[in-house]
């Protein structure tokens, strides 16, 4: 079993940042593909980015590709969201995925069939 904690969130400016953190437990966490995905209210949650056990390969969204990076300590067992030029669209609650397969599905989906999830955190993106 993998748990997950999200930190990080709060209320930001347009055109601010904000960096999010995931602490993920286990000894086998740099055998797991990690990511993010967010829920605004009345909307389906949506794929952000991902990032490969190794850390070498990444996928972003169209709507954040040059805004956020997505990095990983596997010897800190947390994986990062920086998140750059913050729009009001960004917000959302922003979940923590882990899932011990590639990465390559998770593109554009919903995360329909990713095993370990956040409990979430909430970014606010004031206009």
């Known amino acids: 079993q993998v748990q997950l904690v999200e930190s990080g969130g709060g209320l930001v400016q347009a055109g601010g940042s904000l960096r999010l953190s995931c602490a993920a437990s286990?000894?086998?966490?740099?055998?797991?593909?990690m990511g993010w995905f967010r829920q605004a209210p009345g909307k389906e949650r949506e794929f952000v980015t991902a990032i490969s056990a190794s850390g070498t390969g990444t996928s972003y969204a169209g709507s954040v590709k040059g805004r956020f990076t997505i990095s990983r300590d596997n010897a800190k067992n947390t994986v990062y969201l920086q998140m750059n030029s913050l729009k009001p669209e960004d917000t959302a609650v922003y979940y923590c995925a882990a899932d011990r397969g590639g990465i390559i599905s998770w593109y554009g989906s919903s995360g329909q069939g990713i095993d370990y999830w956040g409990k979430g955190t909430l970014v606010t993106v004031s206009s």
């Open positions: 286990g000894r086998s966490f740099s055998s797991y593909s």
